[in-house]
Nanobody, 123 residues
């Protein structure tokens, strides 16, 4: 059974930093494209960042560009999201996802998802 587990969330003041991690059990992530999403209760899920299996390709959403960085360490079977200069509008539950299976209406679809970690940024 594949399980993705996010960690590193918490409460931080505006302007602060957090680093999220996503580790997997039951699956080696080294061949998976992976991603980070976030969701605020009552709002649609938002794609935050994507990374190719070897890290050669990365994408971050315009809303976080210049502040967030996605990376991975395949030797540790771990995905990261470094978040700097955090803003109150970054407050959300952050999810990692792995194994890109396709796109639907331009939205990337992943087979495996974590349970999420809460990030709260106070003003």
């Amino acid at each position: 059974q594949v399980q993705l587990v996010e960690s590193g969330g918490g409460l931080v003041q505006a302007g602060g930093s957090l680093r999220l991690s996503c580790t997997a059990s039951g699956r080696t992530l080294s061949s998976d494209a992976m991603a980070w999403f976030r969701q605020v209760l009552g709002k649609a899920r938002e794609s935050v960042a994507r990374i190719s299996w070897n890290g050669a390709y990365t994408y971050v959403a315009d809303s976080v560009k210049g502040r967030f960085t996605v990376s991975r360490d395949n030797a540790k079977n771990t995905l990261y999201l470094q978040m700097n200069s955090l803003k109150p509008e970054d407050t959300a539950v952050y999810y990692c996802a792995s194994d890109l299976v396709g796109t639907v209406a331009g939205s990337y679809q992943y087979r495996y998802w974590g349970q999420g970690t809460q990030v709260t940024v106070s003003s």
